[in-house]
T-cell receptor
């Protein structure tokens, strides 16, 4: 257990529905990342926050995806109008950047299945 | 971002030392080399990170030659529980770029 938690661990939804995932990072960590991982592939970066500011978004993050980190603590990732291609493991990672050093710690992930 | 190349898979017997080599020919001066381990249905777990020469911790050793164009993760005396996917990543340790994962190396440890 790295100290990063994600909820829910599994989600099954029908195409067209909206889903929201939550990530609780390690408490003192100022950076929070979202990744997506499909079967047989490594995780792919989606977006990240430093405190409450969203600093970077990947081209993978279509306009159906939105992420927030309102108070610089937990974060949510919402997918609107889900498509079957959204089926994947969604991973959250947090880190504490001190000077030039940073190590990301990952949560267990939320596995999404869109029917 | 420096791209990495690793073997797709490796097999080993329990108790053996396993060495997984990663090529990163375009590594930049500021880049560090980081290895993660991932078990099925879990998030990746940080194993080790280094810049040059050798780094050792309680889990593994990381060997980096002088030209830094490759690195080798060494797992001493593997057990069945070391069966996992191992990812080699190269990037600015300062976090100026997000982690870029390849497909990793699937290590299977056999009894």
């Amino acid at each position: 257990d790295t100290g990063v938690s994600q909820d829910p661990r599994h989600k099954i939804t029908k195409r067209g529905q909206n889903v929201t995932f939550r990530c609780d990072p390690i408490s003192e960590h100022n950076r929070l990342y979202w990744y997506r991982q499909t079967l047989g592939q490594g995780p792919e970066f989606l977006t990240y926050f430093q405190n409450e500011a969203q600093l970077e978004k990947s081209r993978l993050l279509s306009d159906r995806f939105s992420a927030e980190r309102p108070k610089g603590s937990f974060s949510t990732l919402e997918i609107q109008r889900t498509e079957q291609g959204d089926s994947a493991m969604y991973l959250c990672a947090s880190s504490l950047r001190i000077g030039s050093q940073e190590t990301q710690y990952f949560g267990p992930g939320t596995r999404l299945l869109v029917l | 971002l420096a791209k990495t190349t690793q073997p797709i898979s490796m097999d080993s017997y329990e108790g053996q030392e396993v060495n997984i080599t990663c090529s990163h020919n375009n590594i930049a001066t500021n880049d560090y080399i980081t290895w993660y381990q991932q078990f099925p249905s879990q998030g990746p777990r940080f194993i080790i990170q280094g810049y040059k020469t050798k780094v050792t911790n309680e889990v593994a050793s990381l060997f980096i030659p002088a030209d830094r164009k490759s690195s080798t993760l060494s797992l001493p005396r593997v057990s069945l529980s070391d069966t996992a996917v191992y990812y080699c990543l190269v990037g600015d340790r300062g976090g100026n770029t997000p982690l870029v994962f390849g497909k990793g190396t699937r290590l299977s440890v056999i009894a």
